[in-house]
Nanobody, 131 residues
Framework: QVQLVESGGGSVQAGGSLRLSCAVS?????????LGWFRQAPGKEREGVAT????????WYAGSVKGRFTISQDNAKNTVYLQMNSLKPEDTAMYSC???????????????????????WGQGTQVTVSS
């Protein structure tokens, strides 16, 4: 049974930092395995924030977080992280991690930031940024 469990959310003032963690278990790793972070604010659609392609270590980011957020993985711990710096009030959302697969061509086409790429999802962790 695949499980993804997020942690690390909380409340922070604008300009602050948080690091989210997602522990992955029960997933059969494959060459085209990808892990992603998504967020959804109240009344808004879910947005792909960052993804990492585990075979190559390649990463992709949404334009709104590029330069501020960093996705990384610890294969030994089966954990993916999202380091969030220079947080803004508009970053307030429920953040979820997800696991899936995509081909190299799909990765280059931006599939990593589309939620349809992912079959497995965590419950989410709330991030609130105050001004």
């Amino acid at each position: 049974q695949v499980q993804l469990v997020e942690s690390g959310g909380g409340s922070v003032q604008a300009g602050g930092s948080l690091r989210l963690s997602c522990a992955v278990s029960g997933f059969t790793y494959s060459y085209n395995y990808c892990l992603g972070w998504f967020r959804q604010a109240p009344g808004k659609e879910r947005e792909g924030v960052a993804t990492i392609y585990t075979s190559s270590g390649g990463t992709w980011y949404a334009g709104s977080v590029k330069g501020r957020f960093t996705i990384s993985q610890d294969n030994a711990k089966n954990t993916v992280y999202l380091q969030m710096n220079s947080l803004k009030p508009e970053d307030t959302a429920m953040y979820s991690c997800a696991a899936g697969t995509m081909s190299p061509a799909q990765a280059l086409g931006g599939a990593g930031l589309r939620d349809s790429t992912y079959a497995y999802w965590g419950q989410g962790t709330q991030v609130t940024v105050s001004s």
